[in-house]
């Protein structure tokens, strides 16, 4: 995903800021956005998608770019809600939850280390997280034991 600047503009202390997401995927598939973001709230202005996306993705493609959008701003993104653990699939077949997602993230991440492929990528490709999102997911259920730790303990 990459965020970058479109344009400013400043009300005494108040700033609303225009920004460009781009999100491409491996498969060839892109999405590319415009959104505000003014005190806390974000709100996207145009979507353009590429192949189209279904209403489930687009009802949920503002908080999915919420995080990065912060932190674009430099502010820090709110925390995670345990429930909203699982992130949003571009074909929004996949489950909601974090705890019902964590099987699919380890299959995931093992097949792509068998295969010689980055597994975190492999993670986002599938569950539509950005880099620091999937990382926080492949943490979560490492934790939860379905994967092995990641440095041995001596």
């Keep these: 995903?990459?965020?970058?600047?479109?344009?400013e503009v400043r009300e005494g202390e108040r700033a609303t800021r225009w920004l460009h997401v781009r999100v491409a995927f491996r498969d060839g598939a892109t999405i590319e956005a415009l959104a505000t973001v003014c005190?806390?709230?974000v709100c996207v202005e145009d979507v353009q998608a590429r192949p189209?996306?279904?209403?489930?993705?687009?009802?949920?493609?503002?908080?999915w770019i919420e995080g990065?959008?912060?932190?674009?701003?430099?502010a820090e993104p709110e925390p995670e809600r345990e429930e909203d653990a699982g992130g949003a699939h571009r074909d929004g077949s996949g489950p909601s939850g974090g705890r019902t997602q964590w099987p699919l993230v380890a299959r995931t991440y093992r097949a792509a280390q068998e295969r010689g492929a980055d597994p975190v990528l492999a993670v986002m490709d599938r569950t539509g997280y950005s880099?620091?999102?999937a990382l926080r997911l492949i943490g979560r259920t490492r934790d939860a034991g379905?994967?092995?730790?990641?440095?041995?303990r001596r």
Excluded at 52 to 63: G, I, K, N, P, S
Excluded at 146 to 152: D, E, F, V, Y
Aim: glycine residues 8%.
């Design 131 to 133: 880099r620091r999102g």
């Design 68 to 74: 990065p959008l912060a932190e674009a701003c430099g």
């Design 1 to 7: 995903m990459s965020v970058w600047p479109a344009w």
């Design 52 to 63: 189209a996306l279904a209403l489930e993705d687009l009802a949920v493609f503002a908080d």
């Design 39 to 41: 005190e806390g709230w």
């Design 146 to 152: 379905l994967l092995s730790p990641r440095h041995a």
